[in-house]
């Protein structure tokens, strides 16, 4: 157990709707990072959050958001889905977000777009 | 800026031989390097990582690497796999990005473990 969670596991919608995602980083851990998983783009970076604040953006769509909050938690807002959007989406925490802390990662939500 | 490549999307090995998989990394300054092992419907975990200290790495489940500058790489090895060991191995490199530090991953070795 990672220490990290991630809430839902699983997810199903349809294209055009809005899900939000919930990661809930390590006891303590301030920096929280966003990825996707699919098949063809491996594992991509999206966002990073450290203590509330956006501190750095990967390959995230302008359909895309994400915050995070003043208990740390963060959420991952996807928009106007479309079937290109299916993939795991993994968060992961780490302390302070240096060069050379390991990132701690929940088990994902895989998310389905029919 | 620092990146890593992971040679062959696929590896296959046979229980009790020895398993190597390849890293090599892209990179200015010395680099931090990791590797994860990520099991079916899991998320990725650590194995282990490289932080200057010693070129040879041990981690966890018996796996080891060692970090050779001359050839930009950081390679993973096992001397005996186990069934257990069927996964989907990323080599990693913090990234510096505006200030911090980003996990960049590779694409992926999945490792397939024949009885």
């Known amino acids: 157990d990672s220490g990290v969670t991630q809430t839902p596991k699983h997810l199903i919608t349809a294209t055009g709707q809005r899900v939000t995602l919930r990661c809930s980083p390590r006891s303590g851990d301030l920096s929280v990072y966003w990825y996707q998983q699919s098949l063809d783009q491996g594992l991509q970076f999206l966002i990073q959050y450290y203590n509330g604040e956006e501190r750095a953006k990967g390959n995230i769509l302008e359909r895309f958001s994400a915050q995070q909050f003043p208990d740390l938690h963060s959420e991952l807002n996807l928009s106007s889905l479309e079937l290109g959007d299916s993939a795991l989406y993994f968060c992961?925490?780490?302390?302070?977000?240096?060069?050379?802390?390991?990132?701690?990662f929940g088990q994902g939500t895989r998310l389905t777009v029919v | 800026a620092q990146s890593v490549t992971q040679l062959g999307s696929h590896v296959s090995v046979s229980e009790g031989a020895l398993v190597l998989l390849r890293c090599n990394y892209s990179s200015s300054v010395p680099p931090y390097l990791f590797w994860y092992v990520q099991y079916p419907n899991q998320g990725l975990q650590l194995l282990l990582k490289?932080?200057?200290?010693?070129?040879l790495v041990k981690g966890i489940n018996g796996f080891e690497a060692e970090f050779k500058k001359s050839e930009t790489s950081f390679h993973l090895t096992k001397p005996s796999a186990h069934m257990s060991d069927a996964a989907e191995y990323f080599c990693?490199?913090?990234?510096?990005?505006?200030?911090?530090?980003?996990?960049?991953f590779g694409r992926g070795t999945s490792l397939i473990v024949h009885p």
């Open positions: 990693a490199v913090t990234r510096a990005s505006g200030g911090s530090y980003i996990p960049t």
């Open positions: 992961a925490s780490s302390p302070m977000g240096t060069v050379n802390t390991e990132a701690f």
């Open positions: 490289y932080t200057s200290a010693a070129t």
